[in-house]
């Protein structure tokens, strides 16, 4: 029997012990009415030999297209280190760390995350993770509200150059508990916030203000007028970033004159496979004044009996198993084998490797927009600086564009015109350090066919 | 064992990263531009590698211990879940790429749809949220969405019984609902009359865990079904104990709404030291409308992508592209390895060995929490006794557990029993394995009688010693300093 490793033997041992019947006693106190017989919709099993033909098969029908899809998850190169461990079972098949004493390994690495994560935002502490970048920017709006005790308005201003799918998670999540998110527009001519929507808030109860940078767009916004907009006007703010552009751009801890408040994002770029979406895990850093509002768990370092060093989870007074309904969220498990991964990218990299990917993967989408805008029908939407992503305007519909270029086998990036209509033909295409002067041909020569 | 921080390996200018061949400046201008770097540990890739294998031979784990971890399902995860599911085609593939390019993938979500339909009895399955709490959510929200659809807008109270995980009542008031508690009788039953009295017009519905987190079956769910659907609620199931019905009863025949389920205890899929879990949702023809997206659907041959234009009262999303797809892909594979026969024998040996290992220590003296009840896939010792006499408390006997080399059960969760070790041996552990625990505790309970001082120093052979949790709270250090 796959997986259960019992005889007949120990069968009939066990049920004499037990002093029941048949396997099928032990389900008497089921009301027999409820009770099933077979599963007729699950198919027969198949051995792991067959099931590994199947999966092939799906596999390979999806194929390997060459990729320059970005739109908040990217193509890195893993080095091969790091799945090599993460996929080791003292780390893969192991739990929450509930009892410490025997989750040292996982605790300690928690603890270097956190150590990692606080330093690359310029922030005070961290939490051990969330489940997406999307969902913990729901997390860190309901956090703000707890935290800023003086403002009783819940409005959150966010800017439409923010990623829209995770405003649609924020609001959802959210729902119920009254937030008020008010869409803040981009300027047209630069792609990015600006100033003066802003100024429509000023004196009014704010609890706070959201930005992404890099914008979805892949543009830079003046973060620093942003959080000095926020401080000036008593309102929280929150970041969302990529954690990748951390290594050049100036971390959330230094915009402004204070910074921001709350910065969160996906850790995807940090080691983690496009994988179809997930598993990924979502990020959380904040001031030392806030880490009692902060969700999730978190990891403090302590001494046993004898007083040597030790980690365990701490401040769990916050959590659901102790707060019950009075729980600062109800998240639970995080993702905890995906920060195991994240934690050993961001140490076999270190500050200078992750300059050179970040540095690499800005350069190649520079050398990606030259390339198909020689191309007619093809121009730069927004001159401004970016990270590793940009807003093409087609002569087309990118739907169209877009398909044609996956029979060619290029995944050419993300149709921008159902959720920015006013953007026109907008294409959001992105390259990384694992996208080649030739990859870059190979896109540049079918969009020439295509836009024929 | 001790393995230093990894900062402390760290020198200046030591880098692990020559395999970037890349190496072009960047382009900041100078008011977004870093000026200082990060401090990550500088390191080589050896000593990167030595340093986590190090860490990870401090955990236990499925593949190394015994883990009998009450209300979490410790089986074995299947190794061949994991290859199929790491396949470079699978690994490649950007959540947002062309629906024509993504085929295989979609195929293989929307059988896993169709299987846990079968599985859970309910009508539409969405495979999207990302942990079970967050299955939780998306359940009272669609609960919600359903009531103030019919425009019944004070339907706000959720019913949840006092032996429930704490993430039912966080996520009831997540969702802008109060909470009501109702009591579990001494049997382990829900008190029925109870629950009466707290039904009425402002009822949203109820989140039951069947079996109970007390570890036995609610032998009047019919009873309880009906009264609260008469009382206009909804029936929320919490999927953390399926795996003590599966193939066995169907949560969609019991009467149930809205379940969501633990693909990570379930369907096998790894704890990963705290996540990533799947907490997929199934509904019945009520709250279909309300399914979060996106979910996969079918037209012909075709698979694609249903959105809110084909779902437009949804709930919406919860996560940025469709939640943990690897872990779906594990749980794909570990179903279709069981198939049909495979996945009754689950419920069925994993009861075979909850109810052994109860009978066993009862017979060595140790208090079941519900005698004369059969075990579900788990069930509840209570050390309150050893713990007035000795002394010698849960907490100890968890600690000493781990000397032993198993990894401990739950502790002190249900809340309700005091003293209490829920253990849950799970379907794949052979005999063997339970007879050494069981005589574990045997011992641990005869050196208490003897040396309760021994018991309470627990654990003596971990890379620790009991961790002072009081001055973690108080004294935080939760990132490494430099000194």
């Known amino acids: 029997m796959p997986f259960i490793p019992h005889t007949d033997n120990d069968v009939r041992e066990m049920l004499a012990t037990i002093g029941a019947p048949s396997i099928d006693a032990l389900f008497e106190e089921i009301p027999a009415a409820l009770r099933i017989k077979s599963l007729d919709g699950i198919p027969e099993a198949l051995t792991e030999m067959e099931v590994g033909r199947l999966m092939q098969q799906r596999a390979s029908r999806d194929g390997r297209p060459l990729n320059f899809l970005g739109a908040g998850a990217y193509e890195h190169h893993i080095p091969a280190a790091v799945w090599a461990i993460v996929t080791r079972g003292e780390f893969y098949s192991a739990y929450t760390p509930y009892q410490a004493e025997a989750s040292q390994g ?217 707060r019950r309904s009075k729980a600062t969220s109800n998240i639970c498990t995080n993702q905890g084998l995906l920060v195991t991964a994240a934690t050993i990218y961001m140490s076999l990299l270190g500050s200078a490797g992750l300059e050179k990917v970040a540095a690499a993967s800005q350069t190649q989408t520079s050398t990606l927009v030259a390339a198909l805008t020689r191309i007619k029908g093809v121009k730069l939407a927004f001159a401004g600086p970016r990270f590793h992503e940009a807003v093409l305007h087609l002569d087309r519909k990118p739907a169209e564009v877009l398909e044609a270029l996956a029979q060619r086998g290029v995944v050419g990036g993300y149709d921008l015109s159902r959720q920015y209509p006013e953007l026109g033909n907008a294409l959001l295409v992105c390259a990384t350090e694992t996208r080649t002067d030739e990859d870059i041909e190979a896109y540049e020569k079918a969009m020439r066919e295509v836009m024929k | 064992m001790h393995e230093p921080l990894i900062f402390t390996h760290s020198r200046t200018g030591r880098s692990a990263a020559g395999q970037y061949p890349h190496a072009a400046a960047a382009e900041v201008p100078e008011k977004f531009r870093r000026k200082q770097r990060a401090a990550l540990p500088e390191v080589s890739e050896l000593q990167a590698v030595r340093h986590f294998t190090r860490l990870s031979q401090l955990n236990f784990s499925i593949d190394t211990h015994f883990y009998p971890l009450g209300s979490c399902t410790m089986k074995y995860n299947p190794r061949a879940c994991n290859q199929f599911a790491m396949l470079p085609e699978l690994l490649g593939r950007h959540p947002l790429a062309p629906e024509s390019a993504s085929q295989g993938f979609l195929a293989c979500m929307f059988e896993l749809q169709e299987m846990l339909k079968e599985v859970t009895g309910m009508k539409g399955v969405s495979l999207t949220p990302m942990a079970g709490a967050q299955g939780e959510f998306a359940g009272v929200a669609m609960i919600r969405a359903y009531h103030r659809a019919r425009g019944d807008m004070d339907r706000t109270e959720i019913i949840v019984p006092d032996a429930a995980h704490g993430t039912n009542p ?260 052979a005999k063997e394995e339970l007879d050494g625990f069981v005589e574990a505790l045997v011992a641990i309970q005869r050196e208490a009688e003897q040396d309760p001082a021994k018991v309470k120093g627990a654990p003596y052979t971990l890379p620790v010693r009991r961790l002072d949790d009081v001055r973690a709270a108080k004294q935080l250090d939760l990132t490494y300093q430099r000194g």
């Open chain 1, 106 to 322: 996982t605790l300690q690495l928690l603890y270097e995350y956190q150590t990692m994560m606080a330093s690359l935002t310029g922030m005070q502490v961290s939490n051990a993770s969330l489940y997406d970048g999307a969902s913990a920017l729901a997390e860190a709006c309901l956090m703000a509200v707890r935290a800023h005790r003086k403002s009783k308005s819940a409005r959150i201003l966010v800017p439409a150059s923010l990623n829209p799918t995770y405003l649609d998670v924020a609001r959802a999540i959210t729902e119920g508990q009254n937030l008020k998110f008010d869409v803040l527009p981009y300027e047209a001519t630069s792609g990015t916030l600006g100033a003066n929507p802003l100024d429509a808030y000023r004196g009014q109860d704010i609890t706070a203000v959201v930005v992404q940078q890099p914008n979805f767009f892949g543009l830079l916004e003046d973060v620093d007028a942003i959080a000095d907009w926020a401080q000036t006007n008593n309102a929280l703010l929150i970041a969302v970033v990529n954690p990748l552009s951390l290594a050049l751009l100036k971390p959330p801890g230094e915009w402004g004159t204070k910074g921001a408040d709350i910065v969160v994002g996906d850790g995807q770029p940090f080691g983690v496979p496009l994988s179809s979406g997930g598993p990924y895990f979502g990020f959380m850093t904040t001031r030392l004044e806030h880490v009692r509002q902060m969700p999730g768990r978190i990891i403090g370092r302590t001494v046993d009996l004898d007083g040597k060093p030790g980690f365990t989870l701490t401040l769990q007074a916050r959590e659901q198993h102790i």
């Open chain 2, 170 to 429: 966080a996520t009831a008031t997540m969702c802008g609902c109060t909470v009501i508690e109702v009591p579990s009788l001494p049997n382990g039953d829900m008190d029925v009359e109870a629950l009466q009295q707290a039904l009425g017009p402002r009822t949203a519905g109820i989140m039951l865990t069947n079996p109970s987190t007390l570890g036995v079956f609610e032998r009047r769910i019919q009873e309880v079904a009906k009264l609260v659907h008469e009382a206009g609620g909804l029936l929320y199931y919490d999927g953390a104990n399926l795996n003590a019905i599966l193939g066995k009863v169907r949560p969609g025949d019991m009467g149930f709404d809205v379940i969501h389920m633990n693909l990570h205890k379930t369907f096998s899929t790894p704890h990963g030291g705290g996540g990533p879990g799947s907490g997929a949702v199934g509904v019945g023809q009520r709250l279909l409308p309300f399914l979060p997206i996106p979910i996969v659907g079918r037209d012909g041959e075709r698979y694609r992508w249903l959105d809110a234009r084909d779902v437009p009262h949804t709930i919406g999303r919860l996560s940025a592209f469709m939640g943990n797809a690897g872990v779906l892909l594990r749980a794909y594979v570990y179903m279709r390895m069981l198939g049909r026969a495979g996945m009754q024998r689950v419920a069925e040996y994993a009861a075979l060995n909850a109810n052994y290992m109860l009978a066993r220590l009862q017979q060595a003296g140790f208090e079941a929490a519900y005698p004369g009840r059969r075990a579900s896939h788990e069930f509840i010792i209570t050390l309150k006794r050893q713990a007035k006499q000795l002394g010698v408390n849960a907490m100890d006997f968890a600690k000493r557990l781990l000397d032993h080399g198993f990894h401990a059960p739950t502790t002190y969760f249900p809340l309700l029993v005091p003293e209490c070790l829920l253990i849950e041996p799970t379907e794949t552990e």
